[in-house]
T-cell receptor
Framework: DSGVTQTPKHLITATGQRVTLRCSPRSGDLSVYWYQQSLDQGLQFLIQYYNGEERAKGNILERFSAQQFPDLHSELNLSSLELGDSALYFC???????????????FGEGSRLTVL | EDQVTQSPEALRLQEGESSSLNCSYTVSGLRGLFWYRQDPGKGPEFLFTLYSAGEEKEKERLKATLTKKESFLHITAPKPEDSATYLCAVPILRGGGTSYGKLTFGQGTILTVHP
C-alpha cells in the first residue's frame, strides 16, 4: 500500500460526458502528479501540483483540467469525453516538488476510465 | 527530442534463468534515471535511482547499472514473483534553471518468469 488513495477505481461513462477523478496523497506529501496510461501510449505525464500551485505540465488536453486543494487532495476533471480517453489514470505523490530530489514517486492504484 | 526506449518489449524466462533489460535514453544533461516495477492493475512501484555513469544499485535479485547512454536491469536467478512490467524513467526539466519538470517513462518490458 503506497498510501496514495484514488477514487473511483472504475468508471464507465459515455462520450461527451464529464468525470472527476480524485486523489488523496500520502500524509505529508505536498506534490501530486497525474499520469495517463493506455496500451498504445504507455505512461504519459499530464500535470503536477505542488502545495496548491501548478508546477509542470505535460501533454494534457484542453478538455482536461486539474487542481490541488488546501488539504492537498487533487482532482482531475475530464470533459467532453471521447473513446480515446479510455485509460488508467494514476495519481502519484512525493514529499517535495523538485523532480531531481524525488526520484521516488508513490503511485496510487489508479482509476480505470472506460468511455463507451 | 528527449526519448526513453526500453528493450525487449517482452521477455520470458525460466525460473533461475538470469537476463538483463535495457533502457536507452537520449536526454541532454541526464539528471538521474529511475527504475519502477508495475504489477498488473497496480500503480508503478519505485525500485532504484541512479545518478551517474558507473553507479550500481542492488535489491534482492535485481541490480541496476548506468552508463552514459543506457541503463541495464540485471535479474539474477529470477523467480515467478519477479514477473511484472519494469519501467525506466528520466526527469525532463522545464528549463530556465528550475528543477521542476516531468518524469518521462519508457514503454516498459513485460517480464514473465515461468516455474
Amino acid at each position: 500500500d503506497s498510501g496514495v488513495t484514488q477514487t473511483p477505481k472504475h468508471l464507465i461513462t459515455a462520450t461527451g460526458q464529464r468525470v472527476t477523478l480524485r486523489c488523496s496523497p500520502r500524509s505529508g506529501d505536498l506534490s501530486v502528479y497525474w499520469y495517463q496510461q493506455s496500451l498504445d501510449q504507455g505512461l504519459q505525464f499530464l500535470i503536477q501540483y505542488y502545495n496548491g500551485e501548478e508546477r509542470a505540465k505535460g501533454n494534457i488536453l484542453e478538455r482536461f483540467s486539474a487542481q490541488q486543494f488546501p488539504d492537498l487532495h487533487s482532482e482531475l476533471n475530464l470533459s467532453s469525453l471521447e473513446l480515446g480517453d479510455s485509460a488508467l489514470y494514476f495519481c502519484a505523490s512525493s514529499p517535495r516538488g523538485h523532480l531531481l530530489s524525488t526520484g521516488e514517486l508513490f503511485f496510487g492504484e489508479g482509476s480505470r476510465l472506460t468511455v463507451l | 527530442e528527449d526519448q526513453v526506449t526500453q528493450s525487449p518489449e517482452a521477455l520470458r524466462l525460466q525460473e533461475g534463468e538470469s537476463s538483463s533489460l535495457n533502457c536507452s535514453y537520449t536526454v541532454s544533461g541526464l539528471r538521474g534515471l529511475f527504475w519502477y516495477r508495475q504489477d498488473p492493475g497496480k500503480g508503478p512501484e519505485f525500485l532504484f535511482t541512479l545518478y551517474s555513469a558507473g553507479e550500481e544499485k542492488e535489491k534482492e535479485r535485481l541490480k541496476a547499472t548506468l552508463t552514459k547512454k543506457e541503463s541495464f536491469l540485471h535479474i539474477t536467478a529470477p523467480k515467478p514473483e519477479d514477473s511484472a512490467t519494469y519501467l525506466c524513467a528520466v526527469p525532463i526539466l522545464r528549463g530556465g534553471g528550475t528543477s521542476y519538470g516531468k518524469l518521462t517513462f519508457g514503454q516498459g518490458t513485460i517480464l514473465t518468469v515461468h516455474p
